[in-house]
């Protein structure tokens, strides 16, 4: 069992999952090297930082917002995270 | 090995982005009422805001390519080479609610086609000229030979048996092509003379693969978006119809009751389940196959002519069938599709009205186009083009609580949505309610393995007495229209399955 792990939450809102926040949602979730290292979860909406459009999509990563997200820089802020935990 | 159509499936791509944003911006001006001249040829500056090129040499072209897909988006014809100008000035001819879309559907965007090498076996740089040479051993044609260190394939000779890709011991051996043509089922994509993509219209049979390969995204087709808002607008009749594939398309954790919930706020009338004419067509065809069958108990001799029955619920595979085996094509189902029997039914109940589709399928663009169907399909979306209208007006599906129980169809017309589903329920409906124990039944789905099948349908080395034919990958939800990943898609239709409330249709319904 991961003593470390990354808590993601990723907002799924319709604006958000359009421009791409359910895929990155999907990819992480089906990651097989992730699976014990990250408490993944959906959130209806950040709110004010979403609510915008132009942020879309919004992920956070252990309370940090993440504006117009992409599945590449998500994984990597998560990676790095890890590594340096020694989990990885 | 995933299939060209599968390995960009589920990634939300550049590509994505570029055709999700034009979509967004589009349904925004109409629903913020500023759909003018002006503030269309706006939008690629609006996407393309920095000043240096991320995809092509600058991003002169990079707007060049958005101001196409603009175009085609709102309905239009492309407008290319020296005709290519930073003026939209025949967009007013579609700022309307009527259908203006017509054919082609499908186009190749010429100046965002990075006319990639065509279909041939390479010699990559990781040959290592080894002394064993399989390559060269197994070549019937020799065509591969030593040259500057490195094996090479002659291309003249060869005849992509593809054995020297799999005995070298360095998998130096590549077959390359292009994406749209590997995807293309019908193959239909050809080269012009500058070597840029093209469609030949007399092959391709809109299904749409080619639009979701192209990693350039290249090749894009004629939405009707803005017509459909158009009709919301100032129209308070308008139907939706929801094709079976449609439970988890707006995310996972929306209910299909938040999806009809959505499209009342978004101001259709009525939501209907497509999957409702799904039903009405289990039994016309159950009534066809039935015929069929007991025409061939009757007859004693080894008829010539195999006679089976075709499905007719995917436009696709009917006009492959159509184009490619016409002698064959006679056994395909006359029927409508789902699609149409659904709006009919609709259009029965409120005739003056108008009708949406929305679904996975850019072959139902296309067939809406033609008449008798065009009386009673309006217009067709798809669900990555409804999705972009939830944005523009600002409707969130997961803020949705309300719910609405959905009865319009049973086990039968929602399995539809999978390929198998369709024989499945005809075969299921014939045998209980006609009394054949067994049924032959075969099924395909893309249209490379529908053609397979269909050959050896006449090659006379299968006899099936129903066949099922769907064009996308796992039947409609692989559809290019789609927005759930494969998996998560089947998952949430088999649930949806299960969970019909409304009986399938009993014998006395024959």
Not at chain 1, 63 to 85: D, P, Q, V
Not at chain 2, 328 to 345: N, Q, R, W
Not at chain 2, 392 to 415: C, H, N, V, W, Y
């Amino acid at each position: 069992m991961a003593s470390r792990k990354v808590r993601v939450r990723i907002c799924i809102g319709t604006n958000c999952s359009f421009h791409g926040g359910q895929l990155i949602y999907d990819k992480l979730d089906s990651e097989p090297l992730l699976q014990d290292h990250i408490d993944l979860e959906t959130v209806k909406c950040f709110d004010k930082a979403c609510k915008e459009g132009k942020n879309s999509p919004v992920v956070e990563i252990d309370g940090k917002l993440h504006a117009r997200a992409s599945i590449e820089k998500i994984s990597e802020i998560i990676f790095t995270k890890l590594k340096k935990a020694g989990e990885l | 090995m995933p299939r060209i159509f599968e390995k960009l499936r589920g990634f939300y791509t550049p590509v994505t982005d570029i055709r999700r944003r034009v979509f967004a911006e589009i349904a925004k001006l109409i629903v913020e009422d500023r759909a003018t001249q002006d503030e269309i040829e706006a939008i690629p500056y609006k996407i393309i805001t920095e000043d240096e090129p991320h995809y092509r040499c600058c991003v002169f072209r990079e707007r060049a390519i958005v101001r196409e897909r603009v175009r085609l988006a709102c309905g239009l014809d492309l407008k290319e080479g020296g005709e290519n100008e930073p003026k939209i000035p025949d967009i007013h001819a579609v700022l309307t609610g009527k259908k203006v879309i017509s054919e082609p559907l499908v186009n190749v965007i010429k100046i965002g086609c990075e006319r990639c090498p065509t279909d041939s076996v390479v010699v990559t740089d990781l040959c290592r000229n080894c002394m064993a040479h399989p390559c060269i051993l197994v070549c019937p044609v020799n065509a591969i030979s030593i040259i500057n260190g490195r094996s090479h394939v002659d291309t003249s000779k060869c005849i992509k048996c593809l054995r020297c890709t799999t005995v070298c011991p360095y998998e130096a051996i590549v077959r390359r092509g292009r994406p749209c043509a590997q995807a293309c089922g019908v193959d239909a994509i050809e080269s012009d003379a500058q070597g840029y993509a093209e469609i030949n219209y007399e092959k391709c049979v809109s299904c749409g693969l080619c639009i979701v390969s192209c990693p350039f995204g290249a090749i894009a087709d004629k939405s009707e978006i803005l017509q459909v808002l158009y009709e919301l607008k100032h129209q308070d009749r308008v139907h939706a119809i929801m094709a079976p594939s449609f439970v988890s398309q707006f995310g996972n954790k929306v209910s299909p009751a938040a999806v009809f919930k959505g499209l009342q706020k978004a101001g259709f009338k009525s939501v209907m389940e497509v999957a409702f004419g799904a039903d009405q067509d289990v039994l016309i065809e159950a009534g066809k196959l039935a015929k069929i069958l007991e025409k061939v108990k009757a007859s004693t001799a080894d008829q010539e002519d195999h006679e089976f029955l075709g499905t007719s619920c995917c436009p696709s595979w009917v006009m492959t069938a159509r184009k490619f085996f016409p002698d064959l094509a006679k056994h395909i189902s006359d029927s409508y599709t789902p699609m149409v029997e659904t709006a009919k039914k609709v259009k029965q109940d409120d005739p003056a009205s108008k009708v949406v589709f929305i679904g996975p399928c850019i072959a139902k663009k296309h067939e809406s186009l033609f008449q008798p169907m065009s009386d009673y399909v309006d217009h067709v979306l798809t669900y990555e083009e409804m999705a972009a209208i939830f944005v523009a007006m600002k409707i969130d599906l997961m803020e949705i609580q309300e719910s609405m129980p959905i009865t319009d169809a049973s086990r039968f017309g929602r399995g539809y949505a999978i390929a198998g589903g369709v024989c499945g329920a005809i075969a299921d409906y014939t045998k209980s309610c006609y009394g054949f124990p067994e049924i032959e039944t075969t099924r395909a789905d893309t249209l490379r393995e529908c053609r397979k099948m269909l050959a050896s349908i006449k090659a006379g080395e299968i006899k099936p007495r129903l066949v099922e034919g769907m064009a996308c990958p796992d039947g409609c939800i692989g559809g290019p229209g789609t927005l759930a990943p494969l998996k998560l898609a089947r998952a949430a239709v088999e649930k949806f399955v299960k969970d019909a409330g409304k009986k399938e249709p009993g014998c006395d319904a024959k």
